[in-house]
């Protein structure tokens, strides 16, 4: 029987030591361990540092890095050598034979270069928006992608390239999320199958914001998922779709009376097109100097 594959992790923090000490905790009790961690340390600090000397029973690696989510993990990949790749948050936690569930399912399906989960926290209350179970295309990659329950071959790593770093937080630009779908998107267009698994659940708390900080929310996810769209140019259908979304979900909140989840998806909207007005621009930038 073939042997399941090999697993890297690396992992983005700014010394949040408790946090990533839990995230250790269920990586220490993983069935099937993973080859290496590369813990990405942004802190400038020493605890991090400390807490890594001190798990001597995990195959740690620790780097330091600039300030960055999309860098940090970057600088990580210049580090794996895996089969698979994975990118946990540093306040997850997987369950304990999430590696081997992973491993099983690209072991039977080798035509699966990108396997998907997804979180829920302690409650096991999750978005409802996850993509059902299957294949993956391009128009749905939007709800069956996220950073902590994302598994990708590292050949799909080593033809498409790392993360974008104008994405993500501390990036030093508008568009501080979405890194994550962005390397999907650019997977999808680069041939990979993706497929998701809504089985395989990494622990994450939700985020539950009051109204102002939603309609925020909205402005900042919205304008990142704009500018990867402008960016990608992936055509009317998906465009249009992504568009028209948010302003359906404002009517349908205002007819239940819901006024903040109705500034929300304004200020989604909003965000988009800002976002994909920006993202076009670079892709003009970026063919310009292709073609010079």
């Known amino acids: 029987m073939q042997a399941p594959p090999t697993f890297d992790l690396v992992v983005g923090t700014v010394g949040r030591v408790g946090e990533l000490a839990r995230l250790l905790d269920s990586l220490e009790r993983q069935t099937q361990p993973a ?5 990405v340390d942004q802190s400038g600090g020493t605890d991090v540092a400390a807490l890594v000397e001190r798990r001597t029973a995990l195959p740690l690696v620790r780097l ?3 300030p960055g989510l999309s860098h940090a993990r ?8 895996a089969d698979v790749v994975a990118f946990p948050d540093d306040d997850c936690a997987y369950p304990d034979d999430l590696l081997e569930r992973v491993g099983r399912f690209l072991r ?8 998907t989960g997804r979180t829920a926290d302690r409650d096991g209350r999750s978005s409802p928006r996850w993509h059902p179970a299957g294949v993956v295309r391009v128009e749905d990659v939007w709800h069956a992608g996220n950073s902590a329950a994302m598994f990708v071959r590292r050949r799909v790593l080593d033809e498409i390239g790392p993360f974008d770093e104008r994405l993500g937080l501390g990036a030093g630009t508008p568009w501080t999320s979405t890194e994550d779908v962005e390397l999907l998107v650019r997977a999808l267009l680069a041939g990979a199958r993706l497929e998701h698994d809504p089985t395989l659940v ?5 985020r539950d914001p009051d109204p102002d900080a939603l309609a925020a929310l909205g402005r900042r996810d919205g304008g990142s998922v704009g500018f990867v769209l402008g960016l990608h140019g992936l055509g009317a259908r998906v465009d249009a779709r992504m568009f028209t979304r948010p302003l359906g979900g404002a009517a349908l909140a205002l007819a239940h009376g819901d006024t903040a989840r109705a500034r929300f ?3 989604t909207w909003r965000g988009r097109v800002r976002g994909y007005r920006a993202g076009r621009r ?3 930038t970026s063919s310009a100097k292709s073609a010079a």
């Open 35 to 39: 080859q290496r961690i590369v813990v």
């Open 64 to 66: 330091e890095a600039e």
């Open 74 to 81: 970057n600088e990580g990949l210049q580090r794996v050598t």
């Open 108 to 115: 039977e399906r080798p035509a699966v270069d990108v396997l």
């Open 202 to 206: 990494v622990e994450h708390a939700l």
């Open 265 to 267: 998806h304004l200020a």
């Open 282 to 284: 670079a892709r003009a």
